[in-house]
Nanobody, 114 residues
Framework: VQLQASGGGLVQAGGSLRLSCAAS????????MRWYRQTPGNQRELVAG???????SYADSVKGRFTISRNIAKDLVYLQMNSLTPEDTAVYYC?????????WGQGTQVTVSS
């Protein structure tokens, strides 16, 4: 499974960004898809996840501000991020779970200025 994330950039606090992740390869075998983020010197944090049936979950830090969605037909997963704060600055990664293996894509940088 290959994953290509896009949509990162620089935004002012209070602004919005939408991240996209395109999957290719063994896409019919993908179960959950997730978004993680990582800042320098810190562990990767699970931000949001969505199952194949559409059940969503979020980290407490982003609940009410971020929305994960998935287009299975187009093999895409999105992360709509609203009301961004400087604490959301990180590299964001999308992942896909296939048979208990979590495949990672390359990250996309999100920078929120105050």
């Amino acid at each position: 499974v290959q994953l290509q994330a896009s949509g990162g950039g620089l935004v002012q606090a209070g602004g919005s960004l939408r991240l996209s992740c395109a999957a290719s390869g063994r896409i019919s075998s993908i179960n959950d898809m997730r978004w993680y983020r990582q800042t320098p010197g810190n562990q990767r944090e699970l931000v949001a996840g969505i199952t194949r049936s559409g059940i969503k979950s979020y980290a407490d830090s982003v609940k009410g501000r971020f929305t994960i969605s998935r287009n299975i037909a187009k093999d895409l997963v999105y992360l709509q991020m609203n009301s961004l704060t400087p604490e959301d600055t990180a590299v964001y990664y999308c992942t896909a779970i296939v048979a208990f293996t979590n495949y990672w894509g390359q990250g996309t940088q999100v920078t929120v200025s105050s």
